[in-house]
């Protein structure tokens, strides 16, 4: 177990460390730097901007002021602060090139509750719509429900996240209007871009689960249990279900880090002011402080579910030896 | 006792004569003609690839068609309802401004000019808030998404599967080192760095001057760069297990040369797969194109793509004003696409018999 | 009255290639206490029939058509499936062929011995954990206590085996159906765990069903034998008279094509000529009649009944056979010629 997350701390640094470098890499060889482009500065504003955030370091030292997780800043960025630490190791994702005074750090704590609420919402859906339409077709297959279920899920599966947010929009929120059409801070504000992002994936799961499902229920150990005169709902719970959720479970890594691609745009299209839209603005203006944040902090997320999941699984399937796995 | 020993050579006529008729019947040419008939006799197969044929088609044609251009615009307020064929089947607005077309698609409009002249179809499908033909857009945005497929395609075939076949066949070390080059490729969120990427690269140069890559090369090797990671995955994964499959190792024993057993036996139980891999990875790339295209980041105007098409779509969306033809063709279209690659993929897997448990 | 009765049962399946009759005919009676064998070859119908017995058979695509099963005087076929349930796992005990793929991955060995009691008895968790672990003990499992926490890929196959037969045996049933419980495991483990179940049955006095393709196997357990061939039985009677003196081809074929320690270093063992027919495409004449080398006109023309033996008196004295049951009209013939020659 400690050799299995020590693995996994090693290759996180390390893709830590990869986004950070090639993102530096990036930034430093943007031609004229970031202020510099749609209008020229006056050379002493020029100076002063270029100071404030260290662009006339040379490269070593801000990639070191980058990295962390010493500041190499004497007198700090904002000018009141004398920090010791700073950087990505000492958790700071340094100040915003255009919001003004404001860290990245503050950015995503401000937005980060708002797109884990739309995540977490989204993953509902999809495990929802997923196990229920799932169960629905593999308890009763070739029936009318089952073909209905299996229509549904490829449709599902085949549309993308925006265009079933604007078909919902439309039907739901202007045709009908029983959602907002956009908007945050009520329970009804989240149901629409929550179930657009999870919906693909809940077609997903309800295919992959419908095949596990399938697959377990004609198990010999299913014969064995109804041999045993166990109850049939306790054979489909106690015994096919487990089998049939591992599959459902190692996805959820993958739909967890696809559900926080979609919220980039779902985000824009319902104008939540989440971490995705911060990302998307950061990117199109090109504050690549922001940028690299949060592309770091999504990075962190990714990898975080993903451990979960993996330790969700060895909990389910005592043959998982997570020391091999690793 | 004579009898049994008489009896022992009848079993083993018997065994030779069943050992050679399952040895004659699947061969490669038998394993492909049945995938075929298994294709032709699936009715979702069969119109899913009518409709992804008609598509190239009409993508590769669009130029020759009497539609008005994509690009023209006309300053209007508003963006026009559709107005269906029999009302307004053609009208003499025709203006050829297409913005830069490569030397193909200018003769091709050239061509139309000459045979259509002002004439143009109606707005079957209304038109945005520009003015411009939305039925015109569309057809000429299918280009841009079957461009990308084709390209990540391509991509996913040689890199992808090169990666993974050579990770398959080189030593442990070797293969150790290039899984793992995909696996932390694959496990940093992709989309990140891909809009960081393009965000850097479509920064306007301080004297102005174009960069030296363009942002639609950019973008294409950036699809490119993410569409072979699972390609390689998976080739290398059906390598390994070939490898030590009991029919390979029994051609080793014989003394096949490994090209022997390459060209015989790894080759032809890794195309099934690659196939089936390439008919999932159309559609993601596809989505992908029209993800990035949605932000902001994919191909620039007067270009237009199923993208960039939803997302005007989804900005026309408002409650004052219902424009529900802007958002619902590209829906429709590329709903339509994406379901026809699936239900290909999903034909072509049942016919390679590729998934055990899903039925 | 015999604890198991199943008379004429006929059992078959919708497939792709069509109707396949898995079972044409099965009957076989099973008495308090004794041990009863069905063999054949794989496909001859014998699994299927004792899955049917209790209801085990997936429905569909499997569908009982015609026959009954008499348990306890009761007819399973005809009982409402929540009966059927309480009497599985209470009175009617099983054991699978593959204990690797019929023990649940997931569970611990002490959860899947202790659900069969807390369906069937009202138990404390405690007093379940203590039957579970004296079932453990008494299919001869060192170390009861740990094996109870232990998930199955961490036995031996003949360890998964014996915990089958602990899950089986827990309520105490009185009917053991084996459908092959010793195919998938090794030569030595298997005679150990025949052994296991003979001992169990005489403590217990249980009835068992096993059901096998290895008649040597089975041939100092169970008293009486019957051969499947093609979802029929072909031939029934007492093992050791049967093993004597086969009176159908197919038995006497089957005998034939397992061989003996005594045999000559290059003596060829016999196997059977051909294979057996598709059960989706029933012959008329006797199923066997292909493959069979004494066959005659008559034989691919009507299909035999299962009939008692018809031995001349002075014959049945010499050779010792009582109540013998055989589907094939030569069988008297080649009796009579074997013994003679």
Redesign the interface.
Known sequence: MRRFLLRRALWFALTVWAVVTISFVLMRNVPGGPFSAERKLHPTVEAAVNARYHLDWPAWRQYLQTLGPLNLDEHGVFGDRSDVFGGILALDLGPSLQHRDVSVNELVAQSLPVSAALGAAALFWALLLGIGGGLVSALRPGTALDTLARVLSTLGLSLPNFIVASLLVLALAVAVPLFPVAGWGSFSHLVLPSFALGAPFGAYVARLFRAGLLETLSQDYVRTARAKGVPAHQVVLRHALPGALVPVISFLGTAAAGILTGSLVIERIFTIPGTGSHFVAGALNRDYALAMGVTLVYTVAVYGLNLLVDLAYAVIDPRVDLEKEA | MS???R??E??GD?TFE?VAAQLGEPSQSGLWADVRRRLRSNAAARWSLRWLFALVLVSLLVPLLPLPSPAAMALDKQPKPPVAPWVEPYNERYEPYYGELNAVDTALVGLRRKAFGKKQTGPWLGTDAKGRDTLSRILWGSRTSLLVALFAALTSLTVGVAWGSVAGLASARVDNLMMRTV??LQ???T???V??????LN????DGSP?FVSRETVFFLVIGAVSWLSMARVVRGQVLSLRSAAFVEAARSQGASTGWIVRAHIFPNVLPIVLVYLALTL?SVI?YE??LS????GVESPKVSWGVL??D??EA???LA?F?WL??G??LA??AT??A???LG?ALRDALDL????? | MSLLEVRNLRVGFATARGWAQAVESFSVSVDEGEAVAIVGESGSGKSVSALAIAGLLPRPPARIETGEVLFGGRDLLRMPERELRMLRGRELGFVFQDPSTSLHPLMSVGEQLEEALLVHERLSRAEARARALAALAEVGIAEPDERLAAFPHQLSGGMRQRVMIAMALICRPKLLIADEPTTALDVTVQAQLIELLRKLQRERGMAILIVTHDLALVSGFASRTQVMYAGSVVESGFTSELIAHPAHPYTAALLRSVPALDDALDARFGGIAGTPPDPTQPLPGCAFAPRCAHAVAACRERRPKLSPLALQPSQSGALAISSRRVACGEATRLLSEATSA
């Not at chain 2, 809009?195 to 850097?200: D, G, P, Q, R």
């Not at chain 2, 949605?294 to 980041?297: D, N, S, V």
């Open positions: 009898e049994p020993a009896k022992s009848w079993f018997a069943r696996d932390v496990s940093i969120p989309i990140f760095l809009i960081f990427l393009l965000s850097f920064a306007p140069r301080p960069s559609p989505l029209a993800f949605f932000l902001g980041l939803a997302a779509g989804a969306i408002n409650p219902t529900w958002p619902l590209p829906a590329m709903g994406l379901l690659l699936g239900l999903d998934r055990r448990g899903e039925r």
